[in-house]
């Protein structure tokens, strides 16, 4: 029974302060918003931490100046490797680029980069690059919407496979060379 006498107490106690609280905002408010400083506005960027299959640490995406669509994002990968993603004016990813985890004293190395269609999905062309900069794969989308892939060997100089994928990803075609 004590314990309920209390709980009844803190409620009321609970229901005055805020009645004086709601007097005292509107009884001297003037017709100002109150809230203005109470809240920040919105930052410029925003922090995602997907979930571990993804292979991704973080994404910083930076936004546009109105603060209501991504400009760019940058990524850190589990494996140390870094990337960034370019947006349109209309939020859609207009290419990614993957670079090798940096080794100290060493330029950044690209690893693959894509350009993608207006639609922010389609990949018109990626290359991947051997980490010593040599090709390792070229990819392009044909006016047919077939995708055409080659790759190769270390070195990138001699064609290791050759690709044509259906628009469905399907395989229309595959061959594979030897290196001698």
């Known amino acids: 029974m004590k314990s309920l006498h209390s ?6 106690a609970a229901v005055l302060l805020g009645g004086v609280a709601v007097a005292t905002l509107h009884g001297e408010s003037n017709g ?18 997907p979930d571990s ?8 995406t930076e936004m546009t100046a109105d603060l209501l669509l991504p400009a760019y994002a940058t ?5 140390g490797d870094t990337g960034q993603d370019l947006f349109r004016g209309d939020g859609t990813t207009m290419q990614r680029e993957v670079f090798y985890k940096q080794e100290p004293g060493q330029p950044k ?9 207006e639609d922010g999905v389609t ?5 991947a690059f051997w980490q010593d900069g040599t ?4 990819g392009d989308r044909l ?38």
């Open 75 to 79: 990524i850190d990968f589990k494996n």
């Open 7 to 12: 709980l009844v107490i803190v409620a009321a």
């Open 143 to 180: 006016p047919n919407g077939t995708y055409l892939i080659f790759t190769y060997f270390l070195g990138g100089t001699l064609e290791n496979s050759k690709t044509i994928l259906a628009a469905d990803g399907s395989a229309l075609y595959h061959r594979v060379l030897r290196e001698n």
């Open 32 to 49: 100002e918003d109150l809230t203005t400083g109470a809240f920040p506005s919105r930052i410029p960027h925003i922090i995602s931490l």
């Open 53 to 60: 299959s993804k292979g991704v640490d973080q994404q910083v």
């Open 123 to 127: 990949y018109l062309n990626d290359q």
């Open 109 to 117: 190395q690209l690893k693959w980069r894509a350009s993608i269609a």
């Open 135 to 138: 090709r390792k794969r070229a």
